[in-house]
Structures are given as structure tokens and as C-alpha cells.
């Protein structure tokens, strides 16, 4: 459903190429992990998938396909019609992607206003019940609240919820629990595995936390200085690392050892 072919995008203010020829493809419901260090271009490539380039700013090339249909060069209005209706995002920082003086609920519905003819009483039903499958309690009362009288969890729980609205084909997450605790990242991972059981999403989930992306996706990618370096199965890619980058990333990561309280 979503073919990425020979992406390239160069800043102009930059003399390397952010991302230098990805190629990458998911399955209709497939979650595809992308992980690598910190300036590799796993968030310049989900922009690309979102639509969410600063075209101005760069020069780009490639196919992103949804489906058959380019995102890359898609005109704005194209671009407008796909982006929160096929194409759901959720990125790291709930606190700044939501609008602080909206409320919650209007925030939730806020894709269904730009691409349905839903009435406004159709729109806050949707709202309410996506806000339930993200397993917020109490939606009805939190439809009316401001996002600073939220928690972190609850605002990335809200923000998912506004991704998944209008049901889009293909989530993109960039880094979507980073800022969070661990208990509350591992409820907001079971969180995406039930929305992309129960409503079959896609998921392009972007982690530099090998453990997390193992935990919620079929396939990784590796991505290292604007290319990939390893793609496959996960448990493959875990257990048997070809690439020196990924060897290194998976005997970073820390081994569970038994604590006793
Ligand atoms: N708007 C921009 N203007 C100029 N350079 C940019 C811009 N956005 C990203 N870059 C550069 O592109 C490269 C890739 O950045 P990107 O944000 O995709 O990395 P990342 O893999 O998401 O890293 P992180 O794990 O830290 O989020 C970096 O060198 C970054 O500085
Ligand atoms: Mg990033």
C-alpha cells in the first residue's frame, strides 16, 4: 500500500543529502519499524510520507506511493485530501502538535470537520468513540478540557486518537512514546496493536528504541546516514544482524536482568 522508491531529499542549507536513496515498502496492515541513530532521516522520510516536507526548503526526488497515488509531487489540494483522511501522524511532542487554547474533543474531530460532510453531532460521536478505543476513561468529560489539563499519556492517547478518526489506511508515528515513561509507552504500544488488529491500519513507526519497535513491529528497517542499511523480519534482523551498524545497535541493547524488591 505505501511503495517508497529512490527517495532523495537535500536541504538547501545543508551539503549532504537527509535522506540518499530509500527504498522501502508496507503491506496493507503491516507495521514497519524504522530505526537508527539520531540525524540518520527516519523523521525527513516520514515527512515525505506525510506530506509534510518543507518542499521550499529542499530539493527532493523519488516516488512515495499510497496506494498507487504520489504523495512526493502532489499538489496541496491533492496533498490536503490524503493528509489526515488516508494518512494519520502522530509525532513526539504531544504538547506542541495540539493547539493549547482548542479543546480535547474539537482537537479529535478537528480531521473529521476537514473531510467529511459529518454533522457536528455525527463528528462528537466519532470523537467520542475514538477517544474510547484509545482507552481514554471518560471521554465525555474530557472532550470539553484544555491539552494542559491532561498528562503526557493522556495527550498522546488524544493526539492518536485525532490520527485515527477518519480510520486512515496508514498511521505514520515518529517517535510516538519517546517522551513518555515506560509503563505508560508499553500501554500506548498494546494501544497501536489493537487499532491495527481491530481496524487493520498500516504503521510506519519510527524508534531509535530497538525494544519498542521489536515489540510492536513484523519488519524493521535499519537507517544509517540517509540510507538503509538492513531491512527484514524482525526477530530475523535481531538474531541475526548482517550489517556492522545493526550488529553494533543490537548488542546495545540492554539485557533485561531480574530485579528483586
Ligand atoms: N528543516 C530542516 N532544514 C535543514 N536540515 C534539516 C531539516 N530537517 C532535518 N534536517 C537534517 O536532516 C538530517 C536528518 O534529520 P532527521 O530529523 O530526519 O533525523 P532523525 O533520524 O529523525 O533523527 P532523530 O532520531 O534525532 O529524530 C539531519 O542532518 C538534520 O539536521
Ligand atoms: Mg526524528
Known sequence: MLEIRDLHVKFHSRCREAVAGVSLSIADGEILGLVGESGS?????????????????????????????????????????????????????????????????????????????????????????????????DPEVLYGKYPHELSGGMLQRAMIAAAAVTHPKLLVLDEPTTALDVTIQSQILELLKKLNREYGMSMLFISHNLNVVRKLSSRVAVMQTGVIVETGVTEDVYANPRHPYTKKLVAAIPTRKKKNF
Request: glycine share 8%.
Open 41 to 137: 532521516g527516519k523523521s525527513v522520510t516520514a515527512m515525505s510520507v506525510a506530506g509534510l516536507l518543507p518542499r521550499k526548503q529542499c530539493d527532493y526526488s523519488g516516488d512515495v506511493l499510497l496506494d498507487g497515488a504520489d504523495l512526493l509531487h502532489a499538489d496541496r489540494s491533492a496533498l490536503r485530501k490524503i493528509q489526515g483522511r488516508e494518512i494519520g501522524v502522530v509525532f513526539q511532542e504531544p504538547q506542541s502538535s495540539l493547539d493549547p487554547v482548542m479543546k480535547v474533543g474539537k482537537q479529535v474531530e478537528e480531521c473529521l470537520y476537514l473531510h467529511t460532510s459529518l454533522t457536528k453531532e455525527e463528528r462528537r460521536a466519532r470523537a467520542l468513540s475514538a477517544m474510547a478505543a484509545v482507552e481514554l476513561s
